[in-house]
């Protein structure tokens, strides 16, 4: 796999050095996004292969499944390397119908934050994307106040951001350091879109703010392409690299924008093996410019 790497809050007396090309473990629990794996020494292969590949940064929330990816990392993983950045999400729950809610008062995201450090074995965690659900009857700047603030005590080190309009991410950063955002973005879905009965604030709508502030750009699903709205371009490109439509997407974003830090999720040890070799393919500015 490609070692390029980037600074995450460079600018801090803390900054963190990563690879660009992470991993989402969002996949590694059952069907829905719900309860153990259908495979779980599987899972737990993929956690240790990441290690093993060069990938230290892994990306995780405890409502994923819930608390089954955290547990998982803890168990495939624990004690972490020294330059092993976990990043969580809080700001959502699971319902028990497994629908997703806001959980974002401030006593909630206290609440998460314990949670994922009891869970993941942690004293600190390096970095956290706070959540924001469209419509949420608790304001974003009330959220914000408690993740500051939670920062202050030693908990968080460093804010994150995440499913935020350009607008919400310029009130943030008014409020305190950003360190991240985390959007949708991918080849096939680049801006805001309804997905799950909610709105899914896209990518491309914060990405001149994201270099401007040399802030990474942390997309999930990044591999929307697979699913059943295809581009035909991205497969002509494919073949002309004897290449997967995944891996192509995934070149796509690597040279997209160098803030941009990819992190494919996937419950198969095949395709992650896979989706590493996108970060050696090397698109011309020719193959760039037909992909548009």
């Known amino acids: 796999m490609s070692t390029q790497e980037m600074i995450i809050a460079q600018e801090s007396e803390n900054p963190l050095k990563v690879r660009r090309f992470g991993y989402g473990t969002m996949r590694l629990t059952g069907e829905g996004i719900w309860g153990e794996p259908a495979n779980r020494s599987e899972a737990l292969q993929i956690l240790k292969q990441c290690i093993k590949s060069g990938i230290n940064f892994l990306d995780t929330a405890d409502y994923y499944g819930e608390d089954v990816t955290n547990r998982l990392i803890k168990e495939a993983l624990y004690p972490y390397p020294d330059d092993l950045v976990i990043c969580t999400k809080v700001g959502g729950a699971r319902k028990p119908d497994k629908s997703w809610v806001a959980f974002n ?3 909630n995201l206290r609440s998460s934050i314990d949670n994922n450090l009891r869970t993941l074995k942690l004293e600190q965690i390096k970095l956290v994307h706070f959540r924001a659900f469209v419509g949420s009857d608790v304001p974003l700047k009330e959220s914000m106040q408690a993740m500051f603030e939670m920062q202050k005590e030693g908990k968080i080190l460093h804010v994150g951001v995440s499913n935020v309009s350009p607008d919400e991410l310029q009130m943030s950063m008014a409020m305190g350091s950003i360190a991240t955002v985390e959007n949708m973005y ?6 805001s879109t309804k997905l799950y009965g909610s709105e899914t604030r ?3 709508e914060v990405l001149d703010i994201c270099e401007k502030n040399s802030m990474p750009l942390v997309p999930y699903f990044s591999l929307i392409q697979s699913m059943p709205k295809k581009d035909d371009r991205i497969s002509t490109i494919a073949k002309n690299y004897n290449a997967t439509d995944a891996q192509i997407s995934l070149a796509w974003l690597l040279h997209r924008s160098p803030w941009i830090l990819p992190i494919p999720g996937t419950s198969s040890l095949q395709h992650f093996e896979e989706n590493l070799k996108a970060a050696d393919i090397k698109l011309s500015d020719e193959d760039m410019k ?3």
């Open 105 to 107: 008062s401030p006593e």
């Open 202 to 204: 896209g990518g491309e």
């Open 186 to 191: 991918g080849y096939g879905q680049r801006t």
């Open 290 to 292: 037909f992909l548009g």
